[in-house]
């Protein structure tokens, strides 16, 4: 077994505001909670679900107070969860599959809600995400389940857990893949002042477009003027779910590099197509960030080679068991590389997306809240390119410059930035960056806390066991108790 496997063994213990022992010194300015959403249970009925990515969801929160650092987790209590626990039934979900029914009833309205990707601020909701459209509302205190958000008038079957914030113009921007006779890519937001008394969270259509072959896509990229989807050659025929045996939603899925990736430019006042742009093929989950400049769109991703990573991050591949093509442990080899893509977008720009490799090695990207949609400096992320232990990053965008954090054995997760609220002058890495990380040795999992600035480790907090490794999570400078 490799050394990281307890980043991928089921936790059942559940705390309720547990003070946690620091080592080091947390800035008492920090003040709200940590919220992450990830698998905290790999087996149901006693069989193992397949993928990483369909563990039945925790959350956890580590609640900042005076220098002071509390835990509480526990498991999202959706149907899927009550139904795993209770009769030992797998939902039909990202690559496992359950059974032919579950497998069409995902398909024609009623998709899993084991939301375990991300959670997300909407309106005055807190939301745990996944890429079923379900929105599984959550009490931040308690992180008890609260009901899922009402379905509205945007259709899709396959959603963003990535949603964008857009502060200026007070909304937050998502979109949906729909899947039926004809295939269709939405985008919609949801403003901030609803409408009328009850319409907290309305989804507003923005732009559509028809598509043959509709991509899988994770993540997407917003400036002030477009909203643009990032199209990989990782493409499904929609009938393929219907059929018998057809396996995980993501077993459809067929890499075909000859389409290249494309560039979908959409206007966001208009919502016409304003660029289509074809360019050399590869994969990704994740945006970075992106901006206008001189009449282009400016979108900064981690990029992959081929949509081999998915394949990667099966249960059986990260654990070294045989079973599956190229089997083998392969967490150590997602070599996600930081790239810029300059797209042209305004007349007379030309058609030709020019392409800049940044930094090797690197996942779970993020930004300072304030540097979104801006030409901005600083990204953070995962430092994944050294065996037995990923790291974290802070890459300089405009030069490729790195700082690096690495502790032997241990393997961090996606690093938040949190800026100062004192130092809002600088807001970009005036500020802390927390990111969970497991100790491979001690087989416990602990919260690190760094300098923006210097990247240096300000602190540690010490969690009791070990946290499964998760996905995105969010801080909520509001949620102090
Ligand atoms: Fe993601």
Same mark, same amino acid.
């Given at each position: 077994?490799?050394?990281? !496997? ?9 705390? @309720? ?11 008492a300015w ?8 990830g698998?905290g ?17 925790m ?5 900042f ?18 139904r795993?626990?209770?009769?030992g ?12 029914? @579950? ?5 024609l309205?009623?998709?899993?809600d084991?939301?375990?990707v ?5 309106g ?5 995400l996944?890429?079923t ?19 509205d008038?945007v ?12 502060d ?11 899947f ?9 937001r ?6 009328g008394?009850?319409?907290?969270? /309305? ?7 028809e598509?043959?072959r ?13 909203a643009?989807?990032?199209?990989p050659?990782?493409?499904?025929n ?6 018998p ?6 077993? =459809? ?10 560039f979908l ?8 197509l ?8 590869f994969f990704?989950?994740?945006?970075? =960030?992106a ?8 979108v ?11 394949? =990667?991050l ?14 083998g442990?392969?967490l ?6 930081l790239?810029?893509?300059r ?5 007379g720009?030309g ?17 300072a809240p304030?540097?979104?949609m @801006? ?6 992320g ?8 990923n ?29 100062n609220? @004192?130092?809002a002058?600088?807001?970009e ?7 969970p990380?497991l100790?491979?040795? !001690? ?9 923006? /600035? ?11 066991h070990?946290?499964?490794f998760?996905?995105?999570g969010?801080?909520?400078?509001e949620?102090?108790?």
């Amino acid at each position: 077994m490799p050394a990281y !496997s307890p980043g991928f063994r089921s936790l059942d213990a559940e705390h @309720d505001d547990l003070s946690l022992d620091v080592d080091g010194e947390i800035p008492a300015w920090l003040s709200g909670s940590l919220v992450r959403n990830g698998p905290g249970k790999f087996e149901v009925g006693g069989r193992r679900v397949e993928h990483w990515f369909d563990g039945l969801a925790m959350l956890h929160k580590f609640r900042f107070d005076g220098g002071d650092v509390a835990y509480s987790n526990r498991f999202l209590r959706t149907e899927t969860y009550r139904r795993a626990v209770e009769e030992g039934t797998i939902a039909s979900q990202f690559a496992t599959s359950g059974s032919y029914l @579950d497998q069409l009833k995902s398909f024609l309205g009623d998709p899993t809600d084991n939301a375990n990707v991300n959670v997300a601020r909407v309106g005055g909701d807190y939301l745990a995400l996944t890429e079923t459209p379900r929105r599984v509302r959550f009490d931040p205190e308690t992180l008890a389940v609260r009901g899922d958000l009402p379905a509205d008038d945007v259709p899709g079957h396959h959603v963003t857990a990535h949603f964008q914030r857009d502060d200026r113009r007070g909304e937050t921007v998502g979109y949906a893949t729909e899947f039926g006779r004809t295939n269709r890519y939405r985008i919609y937001r949801v403003p901030d002042d609803p409408p009328g008394p009850g319409a907290g969270a /309305e989804r507003v259509p923005v732009a559509s477009l028809e598509v043959e072959r509709p991509a899988y896509l994770h993540s997407f990229a917003l400036t002030r003027r477009y909203a643009v989807l990032v199209e990989p050659p990782f493409v499904v025929n929609p009938m393929r779910f219907l059929l018998p045996g057809s396996g995980g939603f993501i077993d =459809n899925y067929r890499w075909r590099p000859e389409r290249g990736t494309r560039f979908l430019v959409f206007d966001r006042e208009s919502g016409e197509l304003a660029a289509e742009r074809r360019t050399a093929p590869f994969f990704f989950f994740h945006t970075v =960030n992106a901006f206008d400049a001189e009449g282009h769109v400016v979108v900064d991703l981690v990029a992959y080679e081929d949509a081999d990573i998915v394949e =990667n991050l099966f249960m059986s591949s990260v654990e070294g068991e045989a079973g599956r093509p190229d089997s083998g442990p392969e967490l150590d080899a997602a070599e996600g590389e930081l790239a810029r893509f300059r797209v042209p977008v305004e007349e007379g720009t030309g058609t030709t997306v020019e392409r800049r490799d940044r930094y090797t090695g690197t996942e779970l990207p993020r930004v300072a809240p304030g540097a979104r949609m @801006d030409r901005y400096r600083f990204a953070y992320g995962q430092a994944t390119a050294r065996e037995g232990q990923n790291g974290l990053v802070k890459v300089n965008v405009e030069t490729g410059e790195a700082t690096e954090w690495w502790a032997e054995g241990h393997y961090a997760g996606e690093p938040i930035f949190v800026p100062n609220p @004192d130092d809002a002058a600088v807001p970009e890495d005036r500020g802390v960056v927390l990111a969970p990380a497991l100790d491979t040795e !001690s087989e416990q999992s602990l919260l690190v806390v760094l300098d923006g /600035e210097t990247f240096e480790e300000l602190a540690r907090a010490q969690v009791p066991h070990h946290i499964p490794f998760g996905f995105h999570g969010e801080f909520f400078p509001e949620v102090v108790s």
